[in-house]
């Protein structure tokens, strides 16, 4: 994709997921969604993904006024949402500061921290224990 200018940039990671989120503010009225290469409907094709990472858009009723380019690699399709969700976010707080309070009373700048427990020595699964047989 060619240079669009000044951007704003935010991290966001769910799970095993990490998003690199740019927002270019210079380009009114454009509303690209680019997400690794492809459109932002192609990547995420699953009902309900599109209006979960636009969320934060959406609440500040600012839909199609910028460029968004995201960068997204690991985990599944779930956390790679709510990574690029979360980057949006922290990109739009960069841009104006005054959007911090919004996105805050919409849990749009909190990460999730639950992550796959590990597997522990001796169990099946992180805590599913072998049947007991008494013979």
Do not use: C, W
């Not at 839909?63 to 979360?86: C, F, P, S």
């Amino acid at each position: 994709m060619e240079d669009l200018g000044r951007y704003y940039e935010g991290i966001g990671r769910r799970k095993r997921s990490s998003a690199r989120v740019r927002i270019y503010p210079d380009n009114r009225g454009s509303g690209i969604f680019i997400v690794n290469g492809k459109d932002v409907k192609d990547y995420f094709n699953r009902e309900g993904d599109y209006e979960t990472l636009s969320s934060p858009l959406q609440d500040l009723e600012m839909m199609n006024n910028m460029d968004i380019t995201v960068l997204v690699h690991g985990g599944g399709v779930t956390g790679q949402t709510d990574a690029v969700r979360l980057g949006l976010a922290r990109a739009l707080v960069k841009y104006d500061e005054e959007l911090r309070g919004d996105l805050r009373d919409n849990d749009h700048l909190t990460r999730d921290p639950r992550v796959k427990e590990r597997k522990k020595p001796g169990l099946k699964r992180a805590r599913k224990a072998p049947t007991y047989t008494k013979r």
